[in-house]
């Protein structure tokens, strides 16, 4: 039976780091017991715990299998959480000062990140070899008692026929592949069979373009350019340089390894109906397509579509996407903004100054954490790790929020050679650092440290801090986040506002940026409302009542489709970040009369446009004149019914004119001898 909703065990792992309990108590988040050999002596101080309490956080993550078997041997159903409180503060040189950051960390574990959604992919083993020489037919030969075999052998010369056909092996060079593992399909041209006669060397029969090849994995041999962009994240597509004993075995064994049913997160949410990919086969947004490196991103008409099972998790299209189609899923946006809440407010009120966060990977980030701490002087008191999936994952919204919750500083931790490009991240870093550093945040607010070295990383971390402490205290915002992406966004950037040490109403920004508003010559505007059609994000809007165009700036992200599809050509954006026009509902752009139907009054186009017409064609055109001109410049002050109405009851053509004939050589003669 519960009886406390949370407990916190910290563990100081045999006196090694410094803890101050009081400190903890008072800010970790739920009842604090002490431990000095969690894992090994004192585990019935977990155990105890587990059966008492709903929920359990625990600052030790070495041990996580033990405490997992525990917990299920226990019929633990309720949340256990893990926080690192040693490599990240405790084993440090200022582990003295880090005790707010140890509680920061340990309340926001206790944050609870989503289940995953998964994607299921199953191969049955099906193999093709991509080669040139004997050393694809060697592999198959490995192969071939796991695999389902074929070769393909590109410009093969003087290739020994194997002495027993024992899988299938023909010639011809991959025109186009698509797929992933368990549904590859290559188009093959020049695709022809071996001889069976083929006695020194392998000879090949008629040769015959369009052929396709299906299967579950690709083995490329071939030394030459890869089939797919960023081949190394292309799930089933295996590649190693055929000059490179050691990385063909490698490639072999991971081959053998590929087949069953295999599960991977579903990284990015996408819905379509908030997409400004295009309207009307114009070209708006295209930030995600030019940012993607694995190609699981193709337009999809209006939209664009997202392959799951092709995607990396990269995440730079969710966090370029200015409109929230693209949302990243491990975890979703509001979740990871959450914890970083938690994060900051348990820094500050455990005594922690002048935060800075420092958001990195599980894999590369963790290592350097780790080797930084058992072998350097570990992190600085005022560094706040948060991890995340993929650093390229995080957004505006989220750097907006880090400053608006209080942190002083963000940096981002890569590897000094990238695993993804890191060309949006950077875009997004040049647009927040101008906002932060107009704002009054500081010029060298955010920023990415890429190395591998621990020693560098420290210095690195050392600069950042050095510029931070140099910031007094301020005002901060406590929002909670929405789960809307760009609903997270506005809501941030309107508290950044709020609390920033020198606010100014308009940040001016570079092209390309997804905020901004647009300028309309009003004269020229004739109120079609195409670009209100046209506008994916609802920036644009009107009237039912009444010929209005107005404009939400907070909604505009710069896509370029109400410009595109202005048929007069009069609107322009104009990238920036406006915060008194953020505050506006709506801004009134123009509004006129409607012009009434003069048989039923029903408000149809606008009196300007329908006077202007009217006033143009009776001013002279032969098609307005006369009696039947009359019926139609009145047929044009009709509604739509009404004007097919009076068209059938009356019973003219609209389009008749005056009879017309020929002109004849003698008619020239007649009117020549009249004037003469």
């Known amino acids: 039976m519960t ?24 800010n970790c988040g739920g009842k604090l017991l002490m431990a000095d ?37 226990m019929g633990r159903e309720g949340a256990l959480a893990l926080a690192n409180i040693r490599e990240t503060g405790g084993w440090s040189v ?8 140890m509680a920061a960390l340990l309340a926001a574990a206790s944050v609870e990140m989503p289940p995953l959604e998964l994607v299921s992919m199953e191969s049955k083993g099906v193999i093709l070899i991509l080669g040139r020489d004997e050393t694809a037919i060697a592999a198959g030969q490995r192969l071939a008692d796991h695999l389902d075999v074929t070769i393909l052998l590109s410009r093969p010369k003087d290739v020994m026929p194997p002495r027993r056909s024992s899988f299938p092996v023909v010639k011809g060079e991959v025109a186009r592949a698509s797929g992933v593992l368990g549904k590859f399909e290559l188009v093959i041209d020049g695709y022809a069979l071996p001889a069976p006669s083929s006695r020194s060397t392998l000879e090949f029969g008629p040769t015959r373009d369009g052929a396709v090849s299906a299967c579950d994995i690709v083995l490329d041999l071939t030394g030459e350019r890869a089939l797919f962009p960023a081949h190394d994240l292309r799930p089933g597509y295996l590649r190693a340089d055929p000059n490179d004993p050691a990385a063909v075995e490698r490639a072999i064994f991971d081959a053998t390894q590929l087949v069953g049913a295999f599960d991977k997160p579903r990284y990015i949410r996408f819905d379509a109906g908030l997409c400004a990919h295009s309207r009307s086969k114009i070209t708006g947004c295209t930030r995600c397509l030019d940012l993607c490196p694995t190609g699981a991103i193709a337009p999809a008409g209006d939209t664009v579509a997202i392959d799951p099972e092709i995607c990396a998790g990269c995440g730079q299209c969710a966090a370029a996407c200015p409109t929230g189609a693209a949302s990243y899923a491990l975890p979703p946006v509001d979740a990871l903004a959450a914890r970083l809440r938690v994060l900051l407010r348990t820094f500050r009120d455990a005594g922690g100054r002048n935060p800075l966060i420092l958001f990195h990977d599980g894999e590369h980030g963790d290592e350097l954490i780790d080797a930084l701490a058992r072998y350097g002087d570990g992190l600085p008191a005022t560094v706040l790790p948060l991890q995340v999936n993929e650093i390229t994952q995080v957004g505006p919204e989220l750097l907006a929020s880090a400053f608006a919750y209080g942190a002083s500083g963000v940096r981002f931790l890569g590897r000094a050679k990238p695993k993804h490009d890191l060309l949006g991240l950077t875009r997004i870093l040049e647009t927040t650092s101008t906002i932060l550093g107009a704002l009054g945040y500081g010029e060298a607010a955010v920023g990415l440290i890429e190395t591998d070295d621990p020693d560098s990383f420290r ?10 402490t140099r910031r007094g205290a301020r005002e901060t915002a406590s929002f909670l986040p929405v789960p809307s992406k760009r609903g997270l966004l506005e809501l941030a950037f309107r508290e950044l506002h709020r609390v920033a040490p020198t606010p100014v109403d308009v940040v001016p920004l570079a092209a390309g940026a997804p905020f901004g508003g647009i300028t309309v010559d009003v004269e020229g505007c004739t109120l079609c409302l195409a670009c209100v059609s046209a ?20 909604l505009c992200v710069q896509c ?3 410009a595109a599809t202005c048929p007069e050509n009069v609107i322009t954006i104009e990238p920036r970040l406006d915060f008194a026009a953020w505050a506006e509902p709506k801004k009134l752009i123009k509004e006129e009369e ?3 139907c003069i048989s039923c009054s029903k408000p149809f186009g606008t009196r300007a446009t329908i006077e202007r017409v009217m006033g143009k064609l009776g001013a002279g055109h032969w098609m307005f004149t006369g009696e039947q001109g009359s019926q139609r410049l009145r047929v044009l002050q009709m509604c739509e019914d009404c004007r097919v109405e009076a068209v059938v009851n009356e019973s003219f053509d609209p389009h008749e004119g005056a009879e017309k004939r020929m002109r004849t050589t003698d008619d020239y003669l007649l009117e020549r001898k009249g004037e003469d």
């Not at 009886?3 to 008072?26: F, Q, W, Y």
């Not at 004192?42 to 008492?52: F, V």
Request: charged share 25%.
């Open 459 to 468: 210095s690195a971390l050392l600069e950042a801090v050095d510029a931070t």
């Open 94 to 101: 200022d582990a003295g000062a880090a005790s707010p950051k």
């Open 37 to 73: 050999q969690l894992c090994r002596r004192q585990l019935d101080l977990l155990r105890g715990a587990l059966s008492e309490s709903e929920a359990v956080t625990i600052g030790c993550t070495q041990e996580q299998p033990l405490f997992d078997e525990i917990a299920q041997d």
């Open 560 to 562: 370029g489709l109400c």
């Open 3 to 26: 009886t406390n909703s949370r407990t916190v065990i910290a563990c100081s792992c045999e006196g090694t780091m410094p803890l101050d309990g009081t400190v903890l108590a008072r």
């Open 594 to 596: 409607p012009f009434h």
């Open 535 to 554: 506008c994916p994000a609802d920036a644009l809007s009107d009237n039912p009542d009444r010929p209005t165009l107005r404009f939400t700036e907070s």
